[in-house]
């Protein structure tokens, strides 16, 4: 899969491509991955995260992915292009994990919430990753206490990444029953 990002053309009454195609560039990518299956843009519409929920990489069936690019505009130089910033963003490393089934990007681009709600054998988790200029940092990952609860299934990050919430809709206690958490960022002073 791929992802293509569009502006609207007041002028021209019509949605127009905006830069190149976003594509898995992982070592393993292959056509089923489900690339794009989630996406989120910033606010400014800058930056663009994409899942890719069926992912193989390094021996993990189905662990999933998602990545992050960056809008560069065309130049006199160089065409207009979606750039990748950072690694990609992985999960642990367990099998059908899913990562990336569902992705949330803050407005100002600083924070991403990726969910794995695959995950069964840890009931569900959400990555929270933070910008730091060069890299994504990532925080401990929120997990469920509900085993096959879909958590992560959606994911949806604050104006500021400092709060999140996370969709799960499936619980023990009966069919369409499900429930949604939120949660705070908590920063330490020291």
């Known amino acids: 899969g791929y992802v293509q990002a569009f502006s609207w053309v007041d002028t021209l009454g019509e949605w127009k491509p905006e830069g190149s195609r976003m594509v898995n560039s992982g070592p393993n990518a292959q056509v089923d991955d489900r690339f794009g299956f989630s996406v989120s843009l910033s ?18 069936m ?13 130049s006199a130089s160089s065409t207009a292009k979606w750039n ?8 642990d490393g367990s099998n059908q994990k ?29 990555y929270i990753h933070r910008w730091d200029g060069y890299f994504w940092d ?11 609860d879909d958590f992560g299934y959606a994911v949806s990050l604050s104006f500021n990444g400092a709060t999140v919430a996370i969709g799960s809709p499936r619980t023990s206690r009966g069919i369409g029953h499900g429930y949604a958490s939120i949660y705070e960022l908590e920063v330490l002073k020291g």
């Not at 189905?62 to 065309?74: D, K, M, R």
């Not at 990748?84 to 999960?91: A, F, P, S, V, Y």
């Open 98 to 126: 899913q990562l990336g089934f569902s992705v949330s990007l803050s407005p100002d681009g600083q924070y991403v919430a990726v969910g794995a709600s695959g995950d069964t054998t840890t009931f569900g988790r959400v």
């Open 138 to 148: 990532h925080a401990q990952p929120i997990t469920s206490d509900k085993l096959n």
């Open 43 to 60: 606010a400014d519409g800058s930056r663009c995260v994409a899942g890719a929920p069926l992912y193989d990489g390094g021996g993990i």
């Open 62 to 74: 189905n662990g999933g992915l998602a990545s992050v690019f960056e809008y560069t505009p065309q």
């Open 84 to 91: 990748q910033i950072g690694g990609d963003l992985i999960g």
